[in-house]
């Protein structure tokens, strides 16, 4: 089975999802846009979501996370809970 770790900041809104996005690009951290900016308890820990099999996450989250390139940031990803930025750490 494949693992994965990754990372995510949760928001309310796809344009705020996107600003951050744009930050990230231009050279801010993730993790302490994590920790300022997301609706999820991770944030505390920069979002770190730790290590994950498939359909441990909901189903938008496994596309991405087992999709994209590790160390890519994606997003917005839609949710139930919000607007999500995820980058994948890790994938075996």
Not at 36 to 65: A, W
Not at 69 to 90: A, C, I, M, N, W
């Amino acid at each position: 089975m494949s693992l994965a770790t990754a990372r995510h900041i949760l928001v309310d809104t796809e344009e705020q999802c996107n600003d951050l996005k744009q930050q990230i690009k231009d050279g801010a951290d993730f993790a302490e846009l994590a920790q300022t900016h997301s609706n999820c308890p991770s944030g505390k820990s920069g979002g770190d979501l730790g290590q994950f099999g498939p359909g441990m996450m909901v189903p938008e989250f496994d596309k991405v996370v087992f999709s994209a390139d590790v160390g890519s940031v994606e997003g917005p990803v839609k949710t139930q809970f919000g607007y999500h930025l995820l980058e994948v750490t890790s994938r075996s």
